[in-house]
C-alpha cells in the first residue's frame, strides 16, 4: 500500500485530497503513518517503527491503524500497490 501521490500533507497534519476536494486534520502519529507509508515503508516495519517510537501496545495500534487505512481508503489516499 501506498499513499496516492497527488495529496498534499502539510506540517500541521492537514491532509488535502485534490481530485475529489475532500481534506482532514490528523494527529502525530496519523502524520507518522502517513510519511511512513510515503517513503514505502511496509506495514510490518510500520507497526515496529510505531510501537518503539510512541510506546503503544501492538494489539491496540493494529486495531487503530486498521481503522485508520479504512478511513484513508474512503478519502482516496491509500491504494493497493496493484493499482498504482
Do not use: C, W
Not at 501506498?2 to 506540517?11: G, T, V, Y
Not at 503513518?33 to 511496509?42: A, V
Not at 515496529?48 to 484513508?72: A, Q
Not at 489516499?77 to 498504482?84: H, P
Amino acid at each position: 500500500m501506498h499513499i496516492n501521490k497527488n495529496i498534499a500533507i502539510s506540517e500541521t497534519g492537514f491532509v488535502f485530497n485534490p481530485l475529489t476536494g475532500d481534506s482532514f486534520s490528523t494527529n502525530q502519529v496519523g502524520q507518522e503513518i502517513l510519511r511512513k507509508l510515503q517513503g514505502g515503508t511496509n506495514q510490518e516495519e510500520l507497526l515496529k517503527h510505531l510501537t518503539e517510537k510512541f510506546n503503544i501496545d501492538k494489539t491496540t495500534l493494529e486495531k487503530d491503524m486498521t481503522d485508520f487505512m479504512l478511513m484513508l481508503n474512503s478519502y482516496q489516499i491509500l491504494m493497493d500497490d496493484e493499482k498504482a
